[in-house]
């Protein structure tokens, strides 16, 4: 049922299976049918590829690091969020609630409705905000998915992707400035999450 069409066949074919997944293969045979998606994934890696071939790769190597020294500093200033890991060019997050970090961080499911709120502007669901916090909070930033890391607490991340790198390559002032952004929102989402919940946004 689940290597129909409407399922994993929409995603995979059996040219992607490893050897493993033998059984599968024959739900997923099909001459006349290739993964446009990831064709489509294969096309996006290599334009990016070629855009960062003229930088050279101990270039991106400090690029990177230095980016992701100044998002963790970043995260770290703020009192409601603590860096989980930095890994290369992912910063990943755990966010405090209400009080402060070291009190509990948010759940899975919890982190969902941060995640879903993070690309939404919700300024007008906050009167009390700040000037900062409403800038903040209305704006609209994108970052990695909810991860489940424990039992009891999930993380964020923020990435450095292909165009972000190429970005800061060119103006580290202003890609920092929009992660700076992304950071206070996460705070300040934290900061009054008992009240965007409520709002039943």
Request: proline residues 1%; glycine residues 6%; aromatic residues 8%.
């Amino acid at each position: 049922q689940m290597l129909v069409d409407n399922g994993l066949g929409a995603f995979i074919t059996d040219k992607e299976l490893s050897k493993c997944f033998g059984s599968w293969k024959g739900h997923l045979q099909n001459k006349r049918k290739n993964n446009v998606g990831l064709a489509l994934r294969w096309e996006a890696g290599l334009a990016g590829m070629e855009a960062l071939s003229s930088v050279p790769e101990e270039d991106r190597r400090i690029l990177s690091d230095e980016w992701a020294a100044s998002v963790k500093n970043m995260v770290d200033d703020n009192e409601y969020l603590d860096t989980f890991c930095v890994e290369r060019t992912i910063v990943s997050i755990r966010i405090a609630k209400q009080i402060s970090k070291g009190s509990d961080w948010l759940s899975m499911n919890e982190a969902r409705d941060l995640f879903r709120w993070m690309s939404m502007d919700i300024s007008n669901i906050i009167p009390n905000a700040t000037s900062s916090e409403e800038e903040a909070l209305s704006t609209l930033a994108y970052i990695g998915q909810p991860v489940s890391v424990s039992e009891h607490y999930a993380i964020v991340r923020i990435a450095l992707g292909v165009e972000s790198l190429l970005s800061y390559s060119s103006d580290n002032v202003g890609t920092l400035r929009e992660d700076e952004l992304t950071v206070r929102k996460l705070g300040a989402i934290a900061k009054y999450f008992d009240v965007l919940k409520g709002s039943g946004l």
